[in-house]
Protein backbone atom coordinates (compact mmCIF):
# COMPACT_ATOMS: atom_id res chain seq x y z
CA UNK A 1 0.00 0.00 0.00
CA UNK A 2 1.30 3.50 -0.91
CA UNK A 3 2.05 5.95 1.41
CA UNK A 4 0.42 9.16 1.83
CA UNK A 5 3.31 11.31 0.46
CA UNK A 6 3.11 9.08 -2.41
CA UNK A 7 -0.81 9.43 -2.85
CA UNK A 8 -0.15 13.03 -2.86
CA UNK A 9 2.65 12.83 -5.50
CA UNK A 10 0.24 10.71 -7.55
CA UNK A 11 -2.61 13.42 -7.38
CA UNK A 12 0.05 16.15 -8.25
CA UNK A 13 1.01 14.39 -11.26
CA UNK A 14 -2.50 13.94 -12.36
CA UNK A 15 -3.18 18.07 -11.96
CA UNK A 16 0.25 18.46 -14.54
CA UNK A 17 -0.51 16.42 -16.90
CA UNK A 18 -4.14 15.57 -17.20
CA UNK A 19 -4.55 11.69 -18.35
CA UNK A 20 -1.08 10.42 -17.44
CA UNK A 21 -0.63 8.26 -14.27
CA UNK A 22 2.50 6.81 -12.67
CA UNK A 23 3.17 2.96 -13.66
CA UNK A 24 1.39 1.10 -10.40
CA UNK A 25 3.48 -1.25 -8.56
CA UNK A 26 2.08 -3.32 -5.69
CA UNK A 27 2.74 -6.61 -4.08
CA UNK A 28 -0.11 -8.49 -3.58
CA UNK A 29 -1.02 -10.62 -0.44
CA UNK A 30 1.31 -13.83 -1.69
CA UNK A 31 4.37 -11.18 -1.91
CA UNK A 32 3.78 -11.04 -5.37
CA UNK A 33 5.30 -7.86 -7.08
CA UNK A 34 2.12 -6.27 -9.34
CA UNK A 35 2.74 -4.17 -12.43
CA UNK A 36 0.15 -2.38 -14.08
CA UNK A 37 1.59 0.40 -16.56
CA UNK A 38 -1.97 2.25 -16.04
CA UNK A 39 -5.25 2.17 -13.91
CA UNK A 40 -6.75 -1.56 -14.94
CA UNK A 41 -9.90 -0.67 -17.08
CA UNK A 42 -11.04 -4.46 -17.70
CA UNK A 43 -10.87 -6.36 -14.61
CA UNK A 44 -12.05 -9.90 -13.85
CA UNK A 45 -13.49 -10.67 -10.14
CA UNK A 46 -12.58 -14.16 -9.29
CA UNK A 47 -14.81 -13.68 -5.71
CA UNK A 48 -18.14 -12.21 -4.50
CA UNK A 49 -16.62 -10.16 -2.07
CA UNK A 50 -14.02 -8.62 -4.35
CA UNK A 51 -17.21 -7.47 -6.66
CA UNK A 52 -18.83 -6.22 -3.83
CA UNK A 53 -15.57 -4.43 -2.95
CA UNK A 54 -14.99 -2.89 -6.06
CA UNK A 55 -18.14 -1.20 -6.29
CA UNK A 56 -17.90 0.34 -3.35
CA UNK A 57 -14.74 1.97 -4.80
CA UNK A 58 -16.92 3.21 -7.77
CA UNK A 59 -15.10 0.87 -10.29
CA UNK A 60 -17.51 -1.78 -10.50
CA UNK A 61 -18.05 -0.51 -14.19
CA UNK A 62 -14.50 -1.73 -15.01
CA UNK A 63 -15.22 -5.49 -14.44
CA UNK A 64 -15.94 -7.77 -17.41
CA UNK A 65 -16.14 -10.87 -15.87
CA UNK A 66 -17.25 -12.65 -12.26
CA UNK A 67 -18.02 -15.23 -10.77
CA UNK A 68 -21.66 -16.87 -9.06
CA UNK A 69 -23.53 -15.42 -6.30
CA UNK A 70 -21.57 -11.81 -7.47
CA UNK A 71 -25.29 -10.25 -6.91
CA UNK A 72 -24.47 -7.52 -5.38
CA UNK A 73 -25.32 -4.29 -6.34
CA UNK A 74 -28.47 -5.01 -8.88
CA UNK A 75 -25.53 -3.90 -11.51
CA UNK A 76 -23.33 -7.15 -10.50
CA UNK A 77 -26.05 -9.61 -11.91
CA UNK A 78 -25.50 -7.44 -15.46
CA UNK A 79 -21.89 -9.12 -15.24
CA UNK A 80 -21.08 -12.04 -17.32
CA UNK A 81 -20.22 -14.76 -15.02
CA UNK A 82 -17.31 -17.48 -16.00
CA UNK A 83 -18.14 -20.19 -12.82
CA UNK A 84 -17.60 -20.32 -9.41
CA UNK A 85 -15.02 -19.24 -7.37
CA UNK A 86 -13.48 -22.39 -6.98
CA UNK A 87 -14.59 -23.73 -10.20
CA UNK A 88 -12.65 -21.18 -13.17
CA UNK A 89 -11.80 -21.94 -16.68
CA UNK A 90 -8.68 -19.98 -17.33
CA UNK A 91 -9.34 -19.61 -21.09
CA UNK A 92 -12.66 -17.92 -20.49
CA UNK A 93 -10.64 -15.69 -18.65
CA UNK A 94 -8.60 -14.72 -21.27
CA UNK A 95 -11.30 -14.67 -23.52
CA UNK A 96 -11.96 -11.25 -21.65
CA UNK A 97 -9.09 -9.39 -22.40
CA UNK A 98 -8.84 -8.15 -18.76
CA UNK A 99 -5.67 -5.75 -18.21
CA UNK A 100 -5.72 -7.56 -14.21
CA UNK A 101 -7.39 -10.60 -12.93
CA UNK A 102 -8.37 -9.90 -9.34
CA UNK A 103 -8.02 -13.33 -7.13
CA UNK A 104 -9.26 -14.73 -3.33
CA UNK A 105 -6.27 -16.56 -1.88
CA UNK A 106 -8.79 -18.91 -0.14
CA UNK A 107 -11.28 -19.22 -2.56
CA UNK A 108 -9.24 -19.81 -5.58
CA UNK A 109 -7.01 -22.78 -5.49
CA UNK A 110 -3.20 -21.81 -6.30
CA UNK A 111 -3.21 -23.96 -9.45
CA UNK A 112 -5.90 -21.41 -10.86
CA UNK A 113 -4.02 -18.48 -10.25
CA UNK A 114 -0.27 -19.80 -11.50
CA UNK A 115 -2.16 -21.27 -14.61
CA UNK A 116 -3.51 -17.40 -14.86
CA UNK A 117 -0.10 -15.67 -14.65
CA UNK A 118 1.24 -18.56 -17.20
CA UNK A 119 -1.36 -17.19 -19.81
CA UNK A 120 0.16 -13.78 -19.60
CA UNK A 121 -2.31 -12.26 -17.41
CA UNK A 122 -2.02 -9.93 -14.55
CA UNK A 123 -3.20 -11.32 -11.49
CA UNK A 124 -3.26 -9.76 -7.86
CA UNK A 125 -4.29 -12.34 -5.05
CA UNK A 126 -6.00 -10.60 -1.78
CA UNK A 127 -6.33 -12.33 1.32
CA UNK A 128 -8.66 -10.62 3.07
CA UNK A 129 -9.09 -12.99 7.16
CA UNK A 130 -10.44 -10.59 9.77
CA UNK A 131 -12.21 -6.84 9.72
CA UNK A 132 -9.50 -4.90 9.68
CA UNK A 133 -8.22 -6.36 6.41
CA UNK A 134 -11.53 -4.86 4.61
CA UNK A 135 -10.47 -0.94 4.30
CA UNK A 136 -7.04 -2.20 3.30
CA UNK A 137 -8.22 -3.91 0.86
CA UNK A 138 -9.94 -1.28 -0.43
CA UNK A 139 -7.11 1.03 -0.61
CA UNK A 140 -5.37 -1.36 -2.88
CA UNK A 141 -8.37 -1.67 -5.03
CA UNK A 142 -8.13 2.13 -5.24
CA UNK A 143 -4.83 2.43 -6.28
CA UNK A 144 -5.05 -0.45 -8.83
CA UNK A 145 -7.85 1.19 -10.51
CA UNK A 146 -7.22 4.96 -9.71
CA UNK A 147 -10.07 5.19 -7.70
CA UNK A 148 -7.95 6.75 -4.94
CA UNK A 149 -10.47 9.57 -3.54
CA UNK A 150 -13.45 7.20 -3.65
CA UNK A 151 -11.76 4.38 -2.71
CA UNK A 152 -9.59 6.10 0.35
CA UNK A 153 -13.23 7.50 1.15
CA UNK A 154 -15.15 4.31 1.09
CA UNK A 155 -12.44 2.87 3.25
CA UNK A 156 -12.42 5.65 5.74
CA UNK A 157 -16.45 5.14 6.17
CA UNK A 158 -15.88 1.80 6.81
CA UNK A 159 -13.49 1.89 9.57
CA UNK A 160 -15.42 4.36 11.01
CA UNK A 161 -18.33 2.34 11.26
CA UNK A 162 -16.57 -0.50 12.73
CA UNK A 163 -14.66 2.12 15.25
CA UNK A 164 -18.34 3.09 16.31
CA UNK A 165 -19.74 -0.27 16.76
CA UNK A 166 -16.28 -0.90 18.78
CA UNK A 167 -16.73 1.85 20.90
CA UNK A 168 -20.68 0.96 21.60
CA UNK A 169 -20.56 -2.41 22.56
CA UNK A 170 -16.67 -3.07 23.96
CA UNK A 171 -18.03 -3.27 27.61
CA UNK A 172 -21.33 -5.18 27.50
CA UNK A 173 -22.12 -8.56 28.73
CA UNK A 174 -21.09 -11.53 27.21
CA UNK A 175 -23.84 -13.21 25.62
CA UNK A 176 -23.08 -17.13 24.81
CA UNK A 177 -23.71 -17.61 20.73
CA UNK A 178 -23.82 -20.63 18.45
CA UNK A 179 -23.61 -19.68 15.04
CA UNK A 180 -24.67 -22.03 12.75
CA UNK A 181 -23.45 -22.35 9.01
CA UNK A 182 -24.57 -25.59 7.98
CA UNK A 183 -27.53 -28.54 8.92
CA UNK A 184 -26.47 -31.28 7.64
CA UNK A 185 -23.96 -31.77 8.80
CA UNK A 186 -24.17 -29.59 11.52
CA UNK A 187 -21.36 -27.06 10.95
CA UNK A 188 -20.37 -23.70 13.25
CA UNK A 189 -17.27 -21.66 12.84
CA UNK A 190 -14.39 -21.64 15.63
CA UNK A 191 -12.90 -18.43 16.83
CA UNK A 192 -10.49 -17.79 14.01
CA UNK A 193 -11.97 -15.63 11.36
CA UNK A 194 -14.48 -13.06 9.80
CA UNK A 195 -17.51 -13.73 11.62
CA UNK A 196 -15.79 -14.87 14.85
CA UNK A 197 -14.94 -11.08 14.61
CA UNK A 198 -18.45 -10.07 14.27
CA UNK A 199 -19.25 -11.85 17.17
CA UNK A 200 -16.66 -10.55 19.56
CA UNK A 201 -17.22 -6.96 18.20
CA UNK A 202 -20.95 -7.43 19.40
CA UNK A 203 -19.94 -9.02 22.77
CA UNK A 204 -20.46 -11.90 21.89
CA UNK A 205 -19.16 -15.26 23.24
CA UNK A 206 -18.76 -18.14 20.58
CA UNK A 207 -19.52 -21.38 22.46
CA UNK A 208 -17.01 -23.34 19.77
CA UNK A 209 -14.76 -20.55 19.58
CA UNK A 210 -11.52 -22.78 20.30
CA UNK A 211 -13.05 -25.84 18.29
CA UNK A 212 -10.57 -27.00 15.34
CA UNK A 213 -10.48 -26.63 12.57
CA UNK A 214 -12.12 -23.22 11.61
CA UNK A 215 -15.30 -24.40 10.06
CA UNK A 216 -15.85 -27.26 12.79
CA UNK A 217 -18.49 -30.14 12.16
CA UNK A 218 -20.22 -30.31 15.50
CA UNK A 219 -22.95 -33.02 17.28
CA UNK A 220 -26.56 -31.76 18.65
CA UNK A 221 -25.38 -33.19 21.52
CA UNK A 222 -22.56 -30.54 21.75
CA UNK A 223 -24.74 -28.11 20.93
CA UNK A 224 -27.18 -29.35 23.99
CA UNK A 225 -24.08 -29.15 26.19
CA UNK A 226 -22.61 -26.14 25.15
CA UNK A 227 -26.91 -24.43 25.85
CA UNK A 228 -26.40 -20.82 24.28
CA UNK A 229 -28.16 -18.39 24.94
CA UNK A 230 -28.72 -17.45 21.39
CA UNK A 231 -28.80 -19.14 17.73
CA UNK A 232 -27.72 -17.29 14.73
CA UNK A 233 -28.55 -19.16 11.34
CA UNK A 234 -26.89 -18.81 8.42
CA UNK A 235 -26.19 -20.59 5.32
CA UNK A 236 -23.00 -21.30 2.90
CA UNK A 237 -23.75 -19.50 -0.06
CA UNK A 238 -27.53 -19.91 0.50
CA UNK A 239 -30.21 -18.15 2.59
CA UNK A 240 -31.40 -21.12 5.03
CA UNK A 241 -33.57 -19.63 8.36
CA UNK A 242 -35.84 -22.55 8.25
CA UNK A 243 -32.66 -24.60 9.90
CA UNK A 244 -34.19 -22.24 13.23
CA UNK A 245 -37.23 -24.62 13.55
CA UNK A 246 -35.64 -28.19 14.24
CA UNK A 247 -33.82 -26.43 17.25
CA UNK A 248 -37.45 -25.24 18.87
CA UNK A 249 -37.90 -29.02 19.42
CA UNK A 250 -34.89 -29.02 21.87
CA UNK A 251 -34.49 -28.46 25.85
CA UNK A 252 -32.20 -24.80 24.85
CA UNK A 253 -32.29 -21.71 26.44
CA UNK A 254 -31.76 -20.38 22.93
CA UNK A 255 -35.16 -21.88 21.94
CA UNK A 256 -37.40 -21.99 25.05
CA UNK A 257 -36.74 -17.72 25.08
CA UNK A 258 -37.05 -17.54 21.48
CA UNK A 259 -33.72 -16.55 20.77
CA UNK A 260 -32.93 -18.15 17.13
CA UNK A 261 -32.31 -15.67 14.75
CA UNK A 262 -31.62 -15.43 10.92
CA UNK A 263 -28.92 -13.09 8.82
CA UNK A 264 -28.55 -13.83 5.46
CA UNK A 265 -24.91 -15.02 4.51
CA UNK A 266 -24.09 -12.66 1.92
CA UNK A 267 -23.94 -9.72 4.79
CA UNK A 268 -21.62 -12.08 6.92
CA UNK A 269 -19.82 -14.18 4.93
CA UNK A 270 -18.22 -11.85 2.67
CA UNK A 271 -15.11 -9.54 3.36
CA UNK A 272 -16.91 -6.44 1.51
CA UNK A 273 -18.26 -3.49 2.75
CA UNK A 274 -22.15 -4.71 3.89
CA UNK A 275 -20.80 -6.89 6.72
CA UNK A 276 -21.47 -3.61 8.70
CA UNK A 277 -24.80 -4.30 8.07
CA UNK A 278 -24.82 -7.73 9.08
CA UNK A 279 -22.77 -6.43 12.14
CA UNK A 280 -24.93 -4.27 12.95
CA UNK A 281 -28.00 -7.02 12.74
CA UNK A 282 -25.91 -8.87 14.80
CA UNK A 283 -25.25 -6.76 17.44
CA UNK A 284 -29.14 -5.83 17.77
CA UNK A 285 -29.90 -9.10 17.89
CA UNK A 286 -26.98 -10.27 20.96
CA UNK A 287 -28.29 -6.79 22.78
CA UNK A 288 -31.81 -7.93 22.82
CA UNK A 289 -30.85 -11.00 24.30
CA UNK A 290 -28.34 -9.35 26.57
CA UNK A 291 -31.01 -7.32 28.02
CA UNK A 292 -33.67 -10.04 28.38
CA UNK A 293 -30.94 -11.51 30.77
CA UNK A 294 -30.27 -8.86 32.76
CA UNK A 295 -34.33 -8.28 33.04
CA UNK A 296 -34.50 -11.50 34.68
CA UNK A 297 -31.97 -10.87 37.65
CA UNK A 298 -33.61 -7.24 38.40
CA UNK A 299 -35.14 -7.06 41.84
CA UNK A 300 -39.23 -6.91 41.51
Known amino acids: ?7 IAIVCTLCQAPGAWPEIRMKDNTGT ?3 LKTP ?3 IVSLAPHITESLFAIGAGNRIVGTVSYSDYPQEALKIPVIGGYNRINPETVVALQP ?3 IAWREGNSPETIDHLR ?5 VFVTDPRRLNDIPNTLRDFSELTGMIKTGYLAAQKFAD ?10 DKTPVSLFYQVWASPLMTINGDNLIADVITLCGGKNVFAHAIPTHPLVSTESVLHADPQLIIASGMGEERPDWLDAWREWPLRAARNHHLYFIPPSLLQRHS ?4 NGAETMCAYID ?9 VLPK
Open 1 to 7: MRTLAQI
Open 273 to 276: TRIL
Open 161 to 170: GLQALHLEYE
Open 33 to 35: TVL
Open 40 to 42: AQR
Open 118 to 122: ALGLT
Open 99 to 101: DLV
Open 288 to 296: GVRNFYARQ
